[in-house]
């Protein structure tokens, strides 16, 4: 009887402790709690692009983005209007925004850092702009060189780049020097990107900042 009592004691402890390892992984392999599933941004025009990026004068061109968090990949969503019909562009995830939080150009800005091709767009007759890309992008998106220090690179921000170089001449670029976003690598300048938080100065596709580090990291 002792033995017996011993026996299912030792059982009912072990399945207990196999019950707690389980939901101790099942609360490590889920997002922080300051994560969410959805998250909504626009993107601004670069002010010295505009006049070639607008469909007329007297409109603004607006781009609004929408991700939704998956479980093996996440959906990202573009819709744009009031841009010039036709107009081709290149987007991409980079590391840096050429914008302050205001929409304001940078005066302190060198180079767009880390940046990842996700997709071409196209403006419609009416200059719309619709596509989806399904990728990681929330809290995870990185890129790295074992050849760098530091070696990985998070590329929090989405904008889109005149694909044609010669649209944006008329805004005083020098086609002549293209920049490298197409798969050509030689595209125009930026059309439109998202902005830094103000208090973070991360890109909107990070929605858990760790503001305990310095600068302010994400938490993946």
């Given at each position: 009887?002792?033995?017996?009592?011993?026996?299912?004691?030792?059982v009912k402890k072990?399945?207990?402790?196999?019950?707690?390892?389980?939901?101790?992984?099942?609360?490590?392999?889920?997002?922080?709690?300051?994560?969410?599933?959805?998250?909504?941004?626009?993107?601004?025009?670069?002010?010295?692009?505009?006049?070639?990026?607008?469909?007329?004068?007297?409109?603004t061109p607006k781009?609004?983005?929408?991700?939704?968090?998956?479980?093996?990949?996440?959906?990202?969503?573009?819709?744009?209007?009031?841009?010039?019909?036709?107009l081709q562009f290149?987007?991409?995830?980079?590391?840096?925004?050429?914008?302050?939080?205001?929409?304001?150009?940078?005066?302190?800005?060198?180079?767009?850092?880390?940046?990842?091709?996700?997709?071409?767009?196209?403006?419609?007759?009416?200059?719309?702009?619709?596509?989806?890309?399904?990728?990681?992008?929330?809290?995870?998106?990185?890129?790295?060189?074992?050849?760098?220090?530091?070696?990985?690179?998070?590329?929090?921000?989405?904008?889109?780049?005149?694909?044609?170089?010669?649209?944006?001449?008329?805004?005083?670029?020098?086609?002549?020097?293209?920049?490298?976003?197409?798969?050509?690598?030689?595209?125009?300048?930026?059309?439109?990107?998202?902005?830094?938080?103000?208090?973070?100065?991360?890109?909107?596709?990070?929605?858990?900042?760790?503001?305990?580090?310095?600068?302010?990291?994400?938490?993946?």
């Amino acid at each position: 009887m002792n033995r017996f009592t011993f026996t299912f004691s030792t059982v009912k402890k072990m399945v207990l402790s196999a019950a707690v390892a389980v939901a101790g992984f099942s609360v490590a392999s889920q997002p922080s709690m300051a994560q969410v599933d959805a998250i909504q941004f626009d993107l601004v025009a670069h002010p010295k692009n505009l006049a070639c990026l607008q469909s007329s004068p007297n409109v603004t061109p607006k781009a609004h983005i929408t991700v939704h968090r998956g479980k093996l990949a996440d959906t990202l969503t573009i819709q744009a209007q009031n841009i010039k019909p036709g107009l081709q562009f290149d987007m991409f995830t980079v590391q840096r925004s050429a914008l302050l939080s205001d929409g304001t150009v940078d005066p302190l800005f060198t180079n767009f850092g880390f940046a990842w091709y996700q997709s071409d767009l196209t403006a419609d007759a009416y200059g719309r702009i619709n596509a989806n890309i399904k990728t990681i992008l929330l809290d995870q998106i990185f890129g790295f060189d074992p050849d760098l220090s530091p070696n990985n690179f998070n590329a929090f921000h989405v904008g889109f780049w005149f694909n044609d170089p010669n649209t944006a001449v008329p805004c005083g670029f020098d086609a002549t020097k293209p920049t490298p976003f197409n798969g050509e690598h030689k595209a125009g300048p930026v059309a439109m990107i998202s902005v830094p938080d103000a208090n973070t100065n991360l890109g909107p596709l990070c929605t858990d900042p760790n503001t305990n580090t310095n600068p302010p990291t994400c938490n993946p």
